[in-house]
Structures are given as structure tokens and as C-alpha cells.
């Protein structure tokens, strides 16, 4: 699953469900009952803080080794000094590294989608959860690793090299859909279903902050330390994460006495048909439908924002003439924003209000179709700045799609459902990343913000799709209310007969 997405969606259902508790006792909790969250800290945090510094240091290289520019115009291109380079230069370069993007995201959304296919249902059968869990640390100490050496010969390396450096390794670690799928799997077997929203809100938490602090490290390490110095403490710290989840984290499920199978009941179409046979399944109320739509949602939702990841950087470098250190400083605040808007919606437009899943997924589109139109016109950074806020409810919609799905499949089923929303999530960079790459470097120099206009326009149809879940979920509770009344009535007149019948039983012995 994604790193966006799955974390906001189970935050919500920590903040939810668990209104019960007081403050304290959730703390307390929290506090006595840590197992993987000192694992997702130290390896999400250098994970975020090393995307910004190989964006970076993919441009550096995109100008000094591939397209030879001189150091006077590299130099002013990294420094933000418009006076040094002319706007071609720049153009040039960005259209270089989003090429390489473009095939990053390819590799990343296809072959970690295809091992999803098998993971979980390997999981599952044998009660293993730290393969999941370390597979994507491994990955990524690795790809810090080798970026190090990128940066260490960087005149030797082309930016072609530190793409591959970086891309390789995450995929064959599974990247985080696997990563994450296998710690919420974990730590919802460690408790009760009372506790259990408490746990993921724990992971959650610890998730939130460290990839916020990452990001907000990452321009201010980089100035710092220089590139050598950002990969070394990054792998530095996922050596710790790795170490400790070796260490640290016990497997409590393990299928004892069952046979492993090999590779050929690993890779056994027959466990992918039981998934989606499972997922898929025809069911009351529409079942059926309503997933498909869902699963579409999240398709339309996740990858625009895929999209945007991969190009907004180049776009604030043009539009905004910013550098790392102060687009660094918008993602923080950007991220705070989203956490604060997603605390409001439930506080005040779920719980006061007591508005529906569905109609908080269309107040967050709306939220994000405008903030659109606001980027793709920003003028300035300060212009900038305003869209953050009227995006205040995007994450909204992750909240809304994770509560539709729970509304719809049974508990017992979700594991599986989680599993095939995975694949879909992760199959959304492969699609969505180079349409965008691509979309960028053809419009960089007529209008730079053209895939905005596009996120917004596919939006629309993503608020179409909630606004259908919204009616149909309505139409629902009208034949729920209007079946209700007839038993009403029904158990109103099988109260009516028997006294009738005793009142004339009574006039008979009386007679």
C-alpha cells in the first residue's frame, strides 16, 4: 500500500473508534505495548529524507555529467539564480530526469504489484510477517548504499546510474506496499479487536511523524552534510531499523508443521483466484458493485497523487524558484495541514454533523479540484502556499475510502481485500507515474501546470463515483427504515389478534 493513503485512512479509525478511551489510558497503552514502531521511525524517516536528496543530486548529475553543461550554469541552477542559466537550460535538464523518473515509476508500480500477488496469500498460510516487514529496509539500506557511491563518484556516474542505484533495490524489496501491509497485518494480530485500532493508530503515528520530519530533514541535511553525508546517515539508521526488527520483533503466528512448498507454491495461481474470488464475491446490497467502484476510487485517487509526487519539485523549481530547503519547509507544512483537516472533518463533519463516509470522500474532492486550478496558475511561492490550505480536506478521502470498504466487507475478509487494494495502489505508479513525466516535459514550456488541469478533471469523475456510493448507500437506508415500519405494523397487528380472540373467549365462559 501506499505510504499516503493506508496510514491516514487507519489514523481515522484509530481517532474514531476509540473516543472511549481517555487520553491517558491511550497513551499508557501506546507506551507499554511498542513492537514495530520503533522500526517504522528509524527506516521511514531516512526513506523520505533520501527521495528530495536523489531528486537533487539526479539533477546535479543531469547537468554535469549527461548534458555537460558548464559549473557556472550548474552551479546557479542548484543555487536558484535565474541571472546564471537561461529557462531552456533548465527545461533541459528537468525533461532528462523526468525521463528517468518516468521509468523509475514503472519498475516500482510493476514488480512489487506482482509480488503482492503472492505475499500475502504466503503470509497468510504461514503465519509470517517479518519478510513483509524487513524485505523494504533491506531494500533500502541497499539503495543508500549504492546512491552513496553515486555521489561519491559522482563525474564517473551518470544520472542514469543513480536511477538504477535507487530503483532495483526498492523494488525487489516490494517498496512499502509490501512493507506496510506486512506491519498492520502484525500488529493486528497482537491484540484484541478492542485494542486493535489503538495498536495500527500507534504505528500510524509513528509513521506520520517520521515522514514529516524526513521531510523537513531533508533539504536542511542536504545543505549541511552534502549528499555523502545524507546516504551515509540514512543507512546508518535503516541498519538500526534492520537490526532491531531482526532482534526485536518475534513472530507470535507461525503455521507450525506445514510445508514450505518451494517456489512453486509460492508462485501457485490457485492462492491469487482465492483473493479475488474472495474480494469479488457476490454479496447482499449490492457487494459486488460497491468494491469494484471502490477499488476504482482508490485507483483514480492514489494516482494523480503518484503523479504529482514525481513532478512537483521540477514544477515549484519553475514556477516558484524555489530550492530544496524551501520546498522541503512547504512539504512539512503541507503534511501538518492535511492532519489538521483530517482531524476537523472527523471531529465536525462526522461526528457533529454526522455526515457520510461518501459525502466526506466529494467535500475532499472539492477541496482538492480547487486547490488544483490554484497550482496550476501559483504565479509565486505565496500563491503556492494558498492552495496547501484549500487542500485542507484531500486526505479526507483516504479516511472515506478505508471506512467504505470496512462498511461493506466482513472483518474476517479484510486481510484479503486489504491485500488486492495493495496491488491496486501499487500498480497506480506504473500507470500514472510516466503518463505524468510525460505529460510535464511536453508542456513544460507552453504551461508547466497542465497535469494539474489533469488531476483536476479526473477528480470530477472520482467525485461522481462518491456522489453514486453517497445515493446508493441513501437509497439503502430508505428501504431499511421503510422495511422496518412494515414489521412495525406487522408486529402492531399479531399484537391486535390474540387480545381480540381472548376478548371473546372471555364472553363465552361469561355466557
Request: aromatic share 14%.
Amino acid at each position: 500500500m501506499s505510504l499516503t493513503s493506508i496510514p491516514k485512512a487507519l489514523e481515522a479509525e484509530f481517532v474514531t473508534h476509540n473516543s472511549e478511551r481517555t487520553l491517558f489510558q491511550k497513551v499508557l497503552y501506546m507506551a507499554t505495548h511498542i513492537t514495530v514502531e520503533p522500526l517504522v521511525f528509524l527506516a521511514v524517516l531516512p526513506s523520505t529524507m533520501n527521495e528530495l536528496t536523489t531528486q537533487n543530486m539526479n539533477l546535479e548529475k543531469a547537468c554535469r555529467v549527461n548534458i555537460r553543461y558548464n559549473d557556472s550554469v550548474c552551479d546557479a541552477l542548484a543555487s536558484r539564480n535565474k541571472t546564471g542559466y537561461e529557462p531552456y537550460q533548465e527545461q533541459e535538464v528537468q525533461k532528462l530526469v523526468s525521463n528517468m523518473l518516468a521509468i523509475k515509476m514503472a519498475v516500482l508500480g510493476s514488480y512489487p504489484a506482482f509480488l503482492m500477488l503472492f505475499l500475502g496469500s504466503w503470509s497468510d498460510r504461514h503465519g509470517r510477517r517479518k519478510p513483509l516487514i524487513l524485505m523494504p529496509v533491506i531494500g533500502e539500506f541497499i539503495a543508500s548504499i549504492l546512491l552513496f557511491f553515486c555521489s561519491y563518484f559522482f563525474m564517473e556516474t551518470s544520472v542514469e546510474y543513480s536511477m538504477l542505484s535507487q530503483t532495483i533495490p526498492l523494488a525487489l524489496g516490494g517498496t512499502w506496499a509490501c512493507g506496510f501491509l506486512g506491519l498492520y497485518t502484525y500488529v493486528s494480530g497482537l491484540c484484541s479487536n478492542e485494542d486493535r485500532t489503538i495498536r495500527i493508530g500507534t504505528v500510524t503515528m509513528f509513521q506520520i511523524s517520521s515522514g514529516t520530519l524526513g521531510i523537513f530533514l531533508s533539504g536542511m541535511m542536504l545543505n549541511l552534510v552534502g549528499l555523502k553525508g545524507v546516504y551515509l546517515i540514512s543507512a546508518t539508521s535503516l541498519l538500526v531499523a534492520l537490526t532491531y526488527g531482526i532482534f526485536m520483533i518475534k513472530e507470535k503466528f507461525i503455521v507450525e508443521n506445514k510445508p514450505e512448498g518451494g517456489l512453486k507454491d509460492f508462485f501457485s495461481l490457485v492462492h491469487i483466484k482465492n483473493t479475488f474470488k474472495v474480494c469479488f464475491k457476490q454479496g447482499s446490497d449490492n457487494r459486488r458493485s460497491k468494491i469494484l467502484v471502490i477499488m476504482l476510487l482508490s485507483t483514480m485517487i492514489m494516482g494523480p497523487l503518484h503523479g504529482e509526487i514525481a513532478v512537483v519539485y521540477m514544477y515549484t523549481r519553475i514556477k516558484c524558484g524555489w530550492n530544496e530547503i524551501d520546498y522541503s519547509i512547504y512539504n512539512s507544512l503541507h503534511s501538518i495541514i492535511q492532519v489538521f483537516g483530517s482531524i476537523f472533518a472527523l471531529s465536525v463533519f462526522s461526528k457533529y454533523f454526522k455526515l457520510e463516509d461518501a459525502m466526506l470522500g466529494m467535500i475532499a474532492m472539492i477541496s482538492k479540484i480547487c486547490a488544483c486550478f490554484i497550482f496550476a496558475f501559483a504565479t509565486s511561492g505565496s500563491i503556492f502556499y494558498v492552495g496547501a490550505f484549500v487542500e485542507i480536506f484531500h486526505s479526507t478521502c483516504h479516511i472515506a475510502l478505508r471506512s467504505l470498504m470496512t462498511r461493506i466487507v466482513p472483518t474476517h475478509e479484510l486481510g484479503q481485500a486489504n491485500s488486492v487494494f495493495g496491488i491496486f495502489e501499487a500498480f497506480t505508479p506504473l500507470i500514472f507515474g510516466p503518463f505524468y513525466m510525460k505529460l510535464y516535459t511536453s508542456t513544460i514550456t507552453i504551461f508547466p501546470g497542465a497535469f494539474y488541469i489533469v488531476t483536476s478533471g479526473l477528480y470530477m469523475i472520482t467525485f461522481y463515483l462518491f456522489f453514486w456510493m453517497y445515493r446508493t448507500y441513501k437509497n439503502e437506508e430508505k428501504m431499511k427504515m421503510k422495511l422496518e415500519k412494515q414489521t412495525e405494523q406487522e408486529d402492531k397487528l399479531l399484537k391486535v389478534k390474540p387480545d381480540s380472540a381472548q376478548k371473546k373467549s372471555l364472553e363465552k365462559i361469561s355466557i
